[in-house]
Structures are given as C-alpha cells and as structure tokens.
C-alpha cells in the first residue's frame, strides 16, 4: 500500500523533460543499456555450455533470475546506494524506490537507473560461476539479492559515486567500465563462496566436461557484443570516447584470442574452442578498465598481456584445492585485476585518461594497486560475512546424491533435454514433495 | 533363430547396410555405443582438465536370423567392415528360442521373413 | 510486368530529402527496427525450444518464413491500409506498392514501412504457438498472408491510423507499442485457430515435453533483447519517452518474473526455467501498452500484477480441452489483456499517459475495455472467416499418422538433427512423391 | 619494443577531438560497428550447424579465431593498405599500426578502423565454408591472415579507396557495403582453395548432413539481424540513404526467400528450413551492393531475381566434383556476382544511386560487369598464390584417417559435445603428442 | 531366465510400459534404437544433397524375467505394441544363464524380484 | 564364450572401466540407456503439464568373455558398481556361440584376445 501511494505520488510529481534530451546522446545510451542486458542471457550460455548436462538449466538459472531479483533490489534500492551523495562509503536514500528521478538531462536521468541495473545484474551472475553444480536455488536468490545492496551498490558508490563522495574515485583510481566493481568484485565474490561452500562432490576425481561447447561460443559471441555497450556505453554518449572505448573493445580481445592460441598451440599442441572463448572473455575483462583512457595500440598491448596471468592460472586450477568450478577467479578476478593494472600502465593523457606510468606518472600504478586492494578486501568480507549469515538461516549446498541426480531436476524439477518417452502425463495436479 | 550382435565402425554402417540388403538380409536393429578395445587412448583438454578418452564411436547391430542365413550375415559383415585397422570390431552370434512379430503374432521363422508394405 | 513498371515509375519520382533527416531520431529507429526484426527469429527459438524433437523445424519454420511472406505482403498492400488516411475503419491505398513514401521526414518516411512491418512479422509469427504439431505448412503460410492483410492492418489502423480516422485512437484507447494490436491479436487468432484445427493427435493422453530448454531460454533472453526496440522504437525518437519505455520495459518483466518464480515456488515447490522464461515474456507483453504512458513504479507494479492470470492460466491450461499448444492465449493474450488494463489504471499524466484510473480518470480504463473487446472480437470473427475459407480450398490438418511421423519430417523433409549414418546418397534427384 | 615505443609516441600525439563528433552519425556508426561483429558469431553457428557433428567446434573456430587473427592484422597492416591513398592498385603505409589516426571528424576517424575491420573479419571467415572438414587450423590462421593484407586489402582499395586513386570506383563502379569486396571475394577464394585442397574424403560418396539445423536458422537470424548494420552503416550516417539501405535489406531477402520456398515447392514438393535461412543470406548477400541504390520495389525485384541463379546452382552441385563443402560459391559467389549486376540495372538516380540500365544508363551494367571480372581474377591469382606457397611450408589438408575422426578432435583436442562417462581425469599434464 | 528383447515404436513406449506394470513386470531397460524392416524408405533433402533414410525410430526394451514370466511379458508387449501397420516391431527371446543384482549380490530368481524401495 | 551385459549407474562407469581394466578385462562396448526398477518416480513440470519419469539414467555394458573370464568380470564389475541403494543395476550372462573379429576373420577365443596397436 505505502508503495501503491508513492506510485502515484512519483508519478505526480515527475517534471516532463522531454525537450532536453539529446538524440545521439540518448540513442546510443538506449542501445548500450539494451547490449549490456544481452550479456546476462549471453552468460547464462557461456556459463551453461561448460557443465554437465544435468547442470545446465540451473546454471543458466542463476544468470536469467538474476534479471528478476537484481533488477529490482537494484531499482528499489541499490541505484540510491550506489548513486546519492552520502558519504565517501555510500550513497544515500533520496532516491529509494526511484524518488525524484525523472526524464530530464541529455539522456534522461531515468535511463542510468536501467543502463546502470545491467551492470549489476551481470555482476550478480557471474558469480555463479564459480558454484554451479552445489548451491541451492533458494540461498542464491537471497545472496544475490542482499549482495548487490550490500556488496555491489557500495563499492559501485566507491567508483562511480558523484565526485567529492566516492571513495577511490576521489583517491584518483580510474576504472572506465567497471573493471573493479563488477569483474574482480564478482571474482573475490566467488572465491569466497567456495571457500565457504565446499567443492562438487567429485571434484579432483572425475572430469567434468563441458556438455554443449557451441553454446560457449554462442555465450562468448553475444558477451563480446554486448560488451561494446558495456565499455562504450560507459562513455555516456556518442562522442569520441564513445568511440575509442568501443574500438578498444575491439582490438583488445583479439589480441588476447591471438596470444591465448599461441600459448596452447605452444603447450598443449592445440588452440582448443573453450581456450579461444575464455580468451576473449579475459581479454574483454581486461580492457573494461582501461576502454577510454588507452590508444588503441595501447590496447592491443594490453590485451595481448593480461592473457599470462589468466592463461596460466586456469591451466592450473584444476590441480588447486580450490574447486572454482568454471574459473571466475580466473578470467575475472586476474582479468581484471590485470586490467586495472595495466590501465595505470597505458593511460595516456593524450586519449583522455589520466597520463599513466608509460607517460611517467608512476602514481597512477599504485593508485590502481590501492583501489584493486580495497575492492578485493571488501568484497572478501562482505560476501563472507553475507554467506555465513545465510547459512544460518538454511542449507546453502546440495547434498552429495542430490548433487548426483543433478541441480536441475533438484532445483527446478526439469531436464534441460526431456525425452517424452517414458514420461506418464499427470492430469491431476499432485504435490511432488521432493527435495529441493 | 539366431541374434547376431555386430560392433562396427560407424564410418562402415552405410557399406555394410548395403552389402547386408545385397544378401537379402532385412530386417535389423542399430544403436550408436562406445566401445573399449586393446588399444591407445586420445586425450582431450578442456581448460586445465586434461582427459583421456578411452572409447570410441561404434555401431552396434542386431539381426536376428533364421538359422540357414547366420553365415551369410557373417560373410555380408565381414565383407563389408573390415579395415584392417585395430577397431574394426566384433561379430557375436547368439542363441534365439523364441521370435515374435508384433504386427501379426506369427512367431519365428515367419516372423522374420519380410513383407513388402511401407514401414513407417 | 505492371510491377516493373511501377518499379521506374517510383523510382524516377521519389524525392531525395536526405537532409532533413534527424541523426538521433533516425539512428534509434534504425536500430529499433533491427531489434524488433530480431525478435522473430528470437521467437523461433522459444517455440522451438517448447517442442517435441519431431516437430521443431517446423515451429521455427512457421516463424521464419512469416520473415519472408508478411513482409512482402505487408510492403505492397498491409502498410497503405493501416496508414493509409481512408475511413475509421481501414486505411486507403494511395501507398499501394509503397507508392509515394520516400525519405523525407525527420524519421525517413520509408523507414517507417520496415518498422512497422517487423511487427505485422513477429505477430503472425506469434499465432503458431498455437498450432504447432499439426497445421500444415502451405494453408499456414497462406493463412498469415491473407490475415495480415486483412486483420492485422486493419486493427493497426484503428489502434495507429492517422488521427481523425483511426477507430480506436479517436475512441480514446492508449496503447503505447501493440498490445491490443499484436498480442491480443495473435492470440484470439491463435485460440480460433485450434478452434476450427482441433487438438494434436495425443493430447490430453501422453505428455509433450519441450526437447531443448536452452533454446527456450535463447529465445526468452533474445525477445526481451529485440523488446527494447519494439517498446522503445514505438516513441519515435531517442528521447524521453523512449527512455521511459525503455526502462519500463526492463523492470516490468523483472518484476513479473520475481512473482512468477515465488507462485511456482509457492504451488509447485520449485522454480523452474521454462517458468521464467514464460514470465520474462509475459511481464514483456504486460508492459507493452504502457511502456511510454506510466512511471517506473508503476511499470514494476504492473509487472507484478499481469503474472497472476497468466500464471493460473497456464497452469490448469493442459487440463482444458483447448489445445492451444505454446500457451499462446494464456501468455499473449491475457498478459495483453491485463496491460492494457492495466495501462488505463497505471497511465500517469506527468510520465506522458492520458490520466488513468489511479490519477482518478475511471473513464480510461473503459475505454480500453472498450478496445480490448473490439480488437477480440474482430480478430476472432476474421481469423475463423480466413480459416474456414482455406478449409475449403486445401486441408488445414496433418492427419495423425502424419503427426506421428513429425512435422519436420512432414512438411519439410528434414529432421532437425540429422544423423548421416544410415543414410543413402542419392545423386540422381528423384522426386520423392511423398505427402507433405 | 619498437611497437612499444611506438604505442607511446602515437599516444602523446594524438588529438582530442571529440568536441567534433555528431551524436546521431557516431550513435549509428557504434552499433553498426557492433552488428557487423556478430556477424562472425553468426556465420560461425550457420556454417556450424550445416556440418557434421565431429567437425562442428573446428567449423565455428575458423570464424571465431578470424575475430583474433584477421582485426590484428587489419588494425596493424591492412587498413592503411586499403584507405591510405597510395596508387590506384593500393594503398600507402601512412597509416600503419594505426599511425595518425584520432578521434577526429563527425564520426571519430578511429572507429572507421573497427567498423571496417568486422568486414575484414566475416570476409575471412566466409571463406572457410568451402574449406571445412578437411583444412588444418595452422595454415588456415596462416593463410586468413596473409590474404586479408595481400588480397582483401587490396580489393577494398580498388573499391573504397580515397577517390582518384581506388581502381574499381574510379572506374565508376559501385558497390554500395561491400559484395564485391567481400562476397564475390570470399567465394572465389574459397573455389581456389577447394581446387588446391581438394574434395573431403568420401565426397560424392557418403552424404554429409547437417548436425543441427536449429543452429542454422539461429546463424542466419543474427545474420540478416547483423547485416543492417553491414548495410546500413555503410551510408556512414544515420540519414536518408541509411534508412534506404536499411529497408532495402529488410525487403530483398524477404523476396528472395519467398521466390526459393516457392521454387523448392515446385520441385522437391517441400520448402525446407535449410533453403529458407540459405535463401535469406543469398538474398542479403545480393542487395548488398545495391541497399543504398535502389528504390525499395527495385530492393524485391533484385531479391527475386537473386535466388535463381543460386538456388539452381546449390541444386546441382552435390553432383559436381567441386566440394564447396557449404555452398560458398553457390551462395556468396552467384549471389554477389548477381547482385553487383543487378545494381547496374537497378540503381536508381532519385534514390541515391548513378542511372541503371532501367533508367537508360546501359554504360553502368558494363562496367559492374568489369569490376565482377577484376575482382573474380585478382581473387583467384592472389589465393591461388598464398595458398601454394603455404603448400611448400607445411600441409594444408588432414590425411583421410584424420578426417574420419575428425577436425574437432584433431585440431583442437575437443568434441563439441563431450560425454564424461567413460573420460578418465588427467591430474598430471602430459603431452598429448598426438597428430594435429 | 531369459532375457527378452523387443523392438516397438516408439510412440507405443508409454502403453507397453503401462501394460508392462499391470503385468507385475517390474525391472527393464530401454534404448533408443533405429531399426530397419521390410518397407519402403522416407527421402530427405539438405540443399542439393539428397538421402534415402532407410532407417527408423525405434526403441528396445530388454526384460530379464523368470521363466514362468515370458508367456505374460510377450502377451503385455504384444497388446499394447501393436498399430497393425507394417514397423510395429519384433520379439525375440534370449536364454540367460545367470542374473546378478549388483547391489545386494543374489543372484537368478532372487536378483529380479523388486523391492520397494527407492530407487535412484 | 558369454555375453555379460550389465546395466550400472553412469556415475560409476569411470570405476567400474578400472576395475575391468585391472583384472584385465579389454574389449567392451557400452550404451547409454535408461532403466526401470522397483522404486519411485521423479516428478518434473513443464508448465503445466506435470510428468512422472519413471525412467533413471543407466549405462548399459556389454563384454564378451571367454568361459575362464566371466567369473573375474562378475567380480570386478560387482566390487566397483555397488553403492548399497536401490538402483544399482544388474548383470546377466547370456550364452555366446560364435565370436567373430572383424578385422582378421579370426573366431571364438582368439578373437577376444587383445592387441597392442592403437585402436581408433
Ligand atoms: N569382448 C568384447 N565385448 C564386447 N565388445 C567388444 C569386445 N571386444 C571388442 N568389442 C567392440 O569392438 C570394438 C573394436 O574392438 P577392438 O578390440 O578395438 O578391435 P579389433 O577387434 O580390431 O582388435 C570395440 O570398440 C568394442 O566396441
Ligand atoms: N530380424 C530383425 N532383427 C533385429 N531387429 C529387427 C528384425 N526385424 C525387425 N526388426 C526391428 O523391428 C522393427 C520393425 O520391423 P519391420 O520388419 O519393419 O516390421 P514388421 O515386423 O511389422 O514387418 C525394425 O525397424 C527393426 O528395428
Ligand atoms: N529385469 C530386468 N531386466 C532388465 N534390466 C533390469 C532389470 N531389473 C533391473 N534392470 C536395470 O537395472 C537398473 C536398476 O535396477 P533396480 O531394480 O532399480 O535396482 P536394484 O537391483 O538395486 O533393486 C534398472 O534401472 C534397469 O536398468
């Protein structure tokens, strides 16, 4: 009811500010939100490619509701958090339940609720990554939800927050699209919740395999894509920045692709389709920080380079303790990391970044380590303390034979591939009474 | 009444199909399975897992046949599949006592014999 | 060869007006309409996905090649009768064969032809949910060519026509991107149609079951995707009131799939993936009249409520005689019927509606009552018309030894995963003399 | 270090420009940047499907990996070979590793390197459709790399170079995005490079069927879907003459799949899926040339006409010894050959374009026909070329043994659909030491 | 013992299985199989190439059963299997000399006898 | 010569391959099947159609074995496959009269007697 009434009261009170927006500004801004929300069905692909078959629809699951449940603490509460003023920690509520937030502005102010809500939601997602195949459905949704208030809107306040009030970005860190809120703030989330869930049962015993590997191609196809609303859309208009991050975005994961081929076909004999998709994920991650404040041969560098890092941390994980099933950490975690990094490195003034330590400002460098740090200490503590608080509340992992017979039958009561055969239809609606 | 159970390659199934329909040889079952044989493994890497894939893609036939046509299936088979490569596979002949056909009830060697209408 | 004539003739007199087009404007359009011509073969998938193995190049079938005949007849004849100025009750034909439209305008006129017709696309594509599994392939693609002439077009120029002479529009009725026009639409015509069809062979006694979920979820992710440019393109600009229906069209469906998943959770104990997808969709086709005319709080409150009847619906659906296979009726129609319902309570004046029943004008809401019932009940009593029509001229039903073999097979001689072993080449081309 | 020290230079030289970028050009220019992109994702999924399930990832990998390999060489070597000014046979190195370019002018300069290099990219790519199931993956890189600065360069020189030095435009040729460039291209690259590598073991022999149509249709939706952005970006603008183009490539496939279902009814008595998502590439394919030249009914008559050269062609060539294993001959060759000739009869004075033969202008037809013929012989030489040199370096083609296990496993140590039973888990890295 | 093997249609698999329960048969297994008889063939086309499919859909249930089960087993198979058009399928019956239940180790009569527990 | 044919669970295919390995068990071929026992069915959703799957994923192994060997194979199969819970599958030994290698002609005993070539 209060929420019925500040329907109308919003609705009342909104200015028309229809004559403001500027139409290059507002269409790209459009198209970039629509980009970046294809990234989280594109993940749900290239996340769901890689598991088990009898793992996929919950894989794909903690991706697709993540646009439900992210969505809306994100415009309910998050986007207040992350974008009041408040204090250098965290915004503020005047904007809670979208208070005040109207149509006015070269793009209209409304839209940053949308554009900026994709971003959490697939930061939300791609923690999942790193869980498939043992958390439950229920304890995820209650993660992601109290996470992206948490977790996500706080440290979105620390990098994008208005100037003056945001911790790193007034330390003078730069992170062009979210290099440190969402890539290695989802990574740490993911290590974290590991750590705190456990393995799959088997793991280090048995292969898993990836059941469906055109589907990460897919998922790696539509993320690139998607991407280019990602860090171009970060530019808020179609400018020239627009167009350096968008072309950045371009270069950057071919040359990784390029590098990451290279380091198999040197190793292993072989540039594998899962190899060439990872790398064009790390490589997208890498450049995600550095998109408009690096020239594009700048880009390439950087591209090329964060591919070590990643390359051999995920040729090795599987031999690690650390059963992060499909490498967050890897690809995102040192992706970005990588990235931020190196941002302080090819920085150039000249492209409209800050000068980096290739131009001599070595204290960009350690400005990017600081604010590296502080995400990744942050967001340890905060998903830890979140998941141990859950835990208390219910059962975050699958038992060993429900893992057995799967998380989508176990989750969700479906087979991502039913064969009818066999199948006895039921008229009469019965409670199934399983476990779930 | 015979069962002829055959592995086979699959590359293989389209010549021995015909050199089977040649031998007048009709009715048949086939399903795709893997099989194990003396031989070495291939590995595949899917990020750092590194596997080894012991089993191969083979057919595997069924016929069942009246006594008189076991050794002319054989033949047909051997025929047909042979590669000379390790893999080719194996025949096993197996005891039937009893066969039914489903449309009619006729039981054995009746039951094998084929008819002329469409099958659908 | 009156065409090619014509071809010159148009030719020779369209008038250059490059100028005047207005880059913002023109940019957004161009991608709106790419968007909403993506949703078609977007919709392909979440049929697709929804079938049997047997049948499901066919399903797609009958959305894509929708790609090729509605545009063509929509081109020629479709779009002059919508827009074209005539009575209230059909337009003229003064842009037969796009006679007379060129580039002016700040929008280029001709523009609006391939935009417009996305959408006379994806809603005949629409209507095979229902019929999938048993409708033969020519009397289909007859069927939409002739109902989007005569249906389609014309409920589009009551809803869109100029004013003055648009039935609908001058009655007062709001509906911001098609809901009354596609949605309820497609889904009168498709419950008709299992009307004059009948059931598939089977149903109500075995269980069909969708053969790939992760095409389903594709096909969700896609049309959520294209809906930014069918909501978003219905403002006719990157401006405010794109940004508006935008961001409703993003939150509304979140909202609608939070509530989704929390009745199945609720009734069934489980979540599942073919229920969020259905939600994504419905929480879509809720807010599409409304996308430009309420606020945010309102799209996230209409979202939520168009669940309920859809989600009862469907759930006792199977148990009703009608065999409306995709659920067509209970995901497009009532989620069309409930927003546009909904539009005449939520529309707020200051987000750029009409007054609706909250701000206290009962009297809209009546109105789209009004609107509702006219476009039922037109598009059941021409869809049966059409139908009943072809029936004399060809069978409209695959006989069930027919289905029993597949439509894929059937219609298409094709199998959608075929395995080459067993199969005999045959290089001398024969004609097969099959049924289809 | 030279390309280090090189990066640093061109960083500090370069110009702020953004003050000058226009909003609705730049604003279009991104997405159509981005549309073309997916199109090797696309293509990748519609050349994928069309294979066999053992050469399925090696398929998709020769498009993906061309997104690495080909945008490194296009952004470091090729682009200034193409669009510096030079002669009229190539171009300059002016502008190599990217050298002098900025974010200056209405589109930012930087974005033409991205925006043209997708098309260097899908032209590479296409080329492997005649190619796949037998081609090793090392000289294919090879081989893409070296043809995309030795031969694609310098054809779209010839036809979109600087104005008085491109040999074809000078000529007074037009090609409105690209069919002869790319398409006609592409396919007589591949054609020589089936003469070079010869048929697949087993051509003509066994039939070779599609492993998953639904991925086909899928391939040819993000096609057509990507293709307004090959298209409509090529006006370079969000004006009158993209909206053209635009609604041209909406018309002509339309047409184009129409005329191919009725001519595969005629015959096989049955209108596959296969033909329809093949008859809408060859459609698109064919308007390519002509989008922004022709008015919207001259758009349907060239698809019309487009589809019976191609489909005719496609009919018969299973029975011709020539293995274009996926028809790229069939339909990017025929399709672009016809669609360049019928831009000479089509192209329209009013609508943007020079006078076609329709219009009286008999010259334009002869001299679409010289540019076909120079870009079909410089094509053949030059590929012919590359490719036995390559020979002399290593093998091209895999042994017969090889092909029948297959590409996927040989090329890249994969199955795209993995079975894990029966997989027994590595701990310890081995060398795998197996063929390639 | 004895192990029957039929082949049906696949669209029949839901009523053999009914008609299997109501018969008290309890343990099977199935596989999807194609199988080829006596009629005629469907033809396909993928762009120019063109194929006869000379095989279809089947599946294949194996029943290891006691003795005095197989009279009732074929009987439940043959009432519910059978559409009376040609491709209705075959039965045959194979002799078995031991039946091993893996998890509890009895084995013959005693391994096929259900239990009423969940099964997994 | 016997035909073992068991059905197991397919998350203990991996050991049960290594068991048979170890007691030197070479030639086989699996399939992928899906079985019924005594137990309780699994309820799914699809919109509103609910189904109950009366069916579990199984694998199917077949391995021929010479007489001396069918013991060893019951054994190693048995040691690996058991978890204890309903659903652990079974094993039959069928009677073999005839084996045939496709690949020398070779019958009966010689022709399950492995090889040390590469097998593809
Ligand atoms: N003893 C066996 N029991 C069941 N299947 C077998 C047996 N031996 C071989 N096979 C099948 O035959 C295939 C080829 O056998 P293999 O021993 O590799 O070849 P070869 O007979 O040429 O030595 C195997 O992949 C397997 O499917
Ligand atoms: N001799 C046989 N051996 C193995 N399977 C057979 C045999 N004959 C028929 N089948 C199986 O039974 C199915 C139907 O057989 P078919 O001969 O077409 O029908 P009908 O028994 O009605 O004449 C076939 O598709 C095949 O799977
Ligand atoms: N009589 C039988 N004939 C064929 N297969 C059987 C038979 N009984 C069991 N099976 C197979 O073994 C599997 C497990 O059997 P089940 O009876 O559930 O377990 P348990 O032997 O532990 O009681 C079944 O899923 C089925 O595949």
Request: glycine share 12%; net charge neutral; proline share 3%.
């Given at each position: 009811?209060r929420?019925?009434?500040?329907?109308?009261?919003i609705?009342?009170?909104?200015?028309?500010?229809a004559?403001?927006?500027?139409?290059?500004?507002t269409?790209?801004?459009?198209?970039?939100?629509a980009?970046?929300?294809?990234?989280?069905?594109?993940?749900?692909?290239?996340?769901?490619?890689?598991?088990?078959q009898?793992?996929?629809?919950?894989?794909?699951?903690?991706?697709?509701?993540?646009?439900?449940?992210?969505?809306?603490v994100?415009?309910?509460?998050g986007?207040?958090?992350?974008y009041?003023?408040?204090?250098?920690?965290?915004?503020?509520?005047s904007?809670?339940?979208?208070?005040?937030?109207?149509?006015?502005?070269?793009?209209?102010?409304?839209l940053?609720?949308?554009?900026?809500?994709?971003?959490?939601?697939?930061?939300?997602?791609?923690?999942?990554g790193?869980?498939?195949?043992?958390?439950?459905f229920?304890?995820?949704?209650l993660?992601?939800?109290?996470?992206?208030?948490c977790?996500?809107?706080?440290?979105?306040h620390?990098?994008?927050g208005?100037?003056?009030?945001?911790?790193?970005?007034?330390?003078?860190?730069?992170?062009?699209?979210?290099?440190?809120?969402?890539?290695?703030?989802?990574?740490?989330?993911?290590?974290?919740?590991v750590?705190?869930?456990?393995?799959?049962?088997d793991?280090?015993?048995l292969?898993?395999l990836?059941?469906?590997?055109?589907?990460?191609?897919?998922?790696?196809g539509?993320?690139?894509?998607?991407w280019?609303?990602?860090?171009g859309?970060?530019?808020?208009?179609a400018?020239?920045?627009?167009a350096?991050?968008?072309?950045?975005?371009?270069?950057?994961?071919?040359?990784?692709?390029?590098?990451?081929?290279?380091?198999?076909?040197?190793?292993?004999?072989?540039?594998?389709?899962?190899?060439?998709?990872?790398?064009?994920?790390?490589?997208?991650?890498?450049?995600t920080?550095a998109?408009?404040?690096?020239?594009?041969?700048?880009?390439?560098?950087?591209?090329?380079?964060?591919?070590?890092?990643?390359?051999?941390?995920?040729?090795?994980?599987?031999?690690?303790?650390?059963?992060?099933?499909l490498?967050?950490?890897?690809?995102?975690?040192?992706?970005?990391?990588?990235?931020?990094?190196?941002?302080?490195?090819?920085?150039a003034?000249?492209?409209?970044?800050?000068?980096?330590?290739?131009?001599?400002?070595?204290?960009l460098?350690?400005?990017?380590?600081?604010?590296?740090l502080?995400?990744v200490?942050?967001?340890?503590?905060?998903?830890?303390?979140?998941?141990r608080?859950?835990?208390l509340?219910?059962?975050?992992?699958?038992?060993?034979?429900?893992?057995?017979?799967?998380?989508?039958?176990?989750?969700?009561?479906?087979?991502?591939?039913?064969?009818?055969?066999g199948a006895?239809?039921?008229?009469?609606?019965?409670?199934?009474?399983?476990?779930? | 009444?015979?069962?002829?159970?055959a592995m086979?390659?699959?590359?293989?199934?389209n010549?021995?199909l015909?050199?089977?329909?040649?031998?007048e040889?009709?009715?048949?079952?086939?399903?795709?399975?893997q099989?194990?044989?003396?031989?070495?493994?291939?590995?595949e890497?899917?990020?750092?897992?590194?596997?080894?894939?012991g089993l191969?893609?083979?057919?595997?036939?069924?016929?069942g046949?009246?006594?008189?046509?076991?050794?002319?299936?054989?033949?047909?088979?051997?025929?047909a599949?042979r590669?000379?490569?390790?893999?080719?596979?194996?025949?096993?002949?197996?005891?039937?006592?009893?066969?039914?056909?489903?449309?009619?009830?006729?039981?054995?060697?009746?039951?094998?014999?084929p008819?002329?209408?469409?099958?659908r």
């Amino acid at each position: 009811m209060r929420l019925l009434a500040m329907t109308i009261f919003i609705a009342l009170g909104a200015a028309q500010a229809a004559s403001q927006a500027d139409g290059g500004t507002t269409a790209w801004m459009l198209v970039s939100t629509a980009l970046v929300l294809l990234m989280t069905p594109a993940l749900a692909f290239f996340y769901g490619g890689l598991v088990r078959q009898k793992n996929v629809l919950n894989t794909m699951m903690m991706s697709f509701a993540a646009l439900g449940v992210v969505t809306l603490v994100w415009a309910l509460f998050g986007y207040s958090l992350a974008y009041g003023g408040g204090s250098r920690w965290i915004g503020d509520l005047s904007m809670l339940f979208m208070h005040g937030i109207d149509l006015s502005g070269k793009m209209p102010a409304l839209l940053d609720v949308a554009f900026q809500g994709t971003f959490a939601v697939i930061t939300a997602a791609l923690i999942s990554g790193s869980l498939v195949g043992r958390m439950r459905f229920l304890p995820w949704l209650l993660f992601i939800a109290i996470w992206t208030v948490c977790d996500y809107a706080v440290l979105a306040h620390w990098v994008w927050g208005p100037a003056g009030s945001a911790l790193l970005k007034d330390l003078g860190a730069i992170d062009f699209a979210g290099g440190t809120v969402v890539h290695i703030n989802a990574a740490i989330a993911g290590v974290v919740a590991v750590m705190v869930l456990g393995p799959r049962k088997d793991f280090g015993r048995l292969a898993f395999l990836p059941h469906n590997i055109p589907f990460v191609l897919l998922g790696a196809g539509l993320l690139w894509f998607g991407w280019f609303g990602f860090n171009g859309g970060s530019a808020y208009g179609a400018n020239a920045s627009a167009a350096l991050a968008f072309t950045n975005t371009f270069l950057a994961p071919a040359a990784t692709m390029t590098v990451w081929m290279i380091l198999e076909a040197l190793r292993g004999g072989r540039a594998t389709a899962v190899g060439a998709a990872t790398a064009a994920v790390v490589g997208l991650v890498g450049i995600t920080p550095a998109a408009g404040f690096v020239g594009p041969l700048g880009a390439l560098w950087l591209g090329a380079l964060v591919a070590f890092p990643s390359y051999f941390f995920i040729s090795i994980r599987p031999r690690l303790k650390l059963d992060d099933s499909l490498d967050v950490f890897g690809a995102h975690g040192l992706g970005g990391m990588s990235g931020a990094l190196l941002t302080g490195v090819f920085a150039a003034k000249a492209w409209g970044g800050t000068a980096g330590a290739l131009e001599g400002n070595i204290g960009l460098l350690w400005v990017q380590i600081e604010a590296v740090l502080a995400a990744v200490i942050f967001s340890a503590l905060m998903s830890w303390l979140i998941l141990r608080l859950l835990a208390l509340l219910m059962p975050l992992r699958a038992a060993d034979d429900e893992q057995a017979v799967g998380m989508d039958a176990l989750c969700h009561g479906e087979e991502a591939y039913p064969v009818a055969e066999g199948a006895i239809l039921v008229l009469d609606r019965e409670n199934d009474g399983g476990a779930r | 009444m015979k069962m002829i159970v055959a592995m086979i390659r699959p590359e293989k199934l389209n010549d021995v199909l015909e050199s089977l329909f040649k031998a007048e040889v009709r009715g048949l079952t086939i399903s795709r399975v893997q099989g194990h044989g003396g031989g070495t493994e291939r590995v595949e890497t899917y990020r750092g897992t590194t596997v080894k894939m012991g089993l191969y893609d083979k057919v595997k036939l069924e016929i069942g046949v009246s006594e008189g046509f076991v050794e002319t299936t054989i033949q047909a088979i051997l025929a047909a599949a042979r590669s000379g490569e390790v893999g080719d596979g194996k025949i096993f002949v197996l005891p039937v006592e009893r066969v039914v056909r489903i449309r009619t009830g006729e039981e054995n060697e009746a039951a094998v014999t084929p008819v002329k209408k469409p099958d659908r």
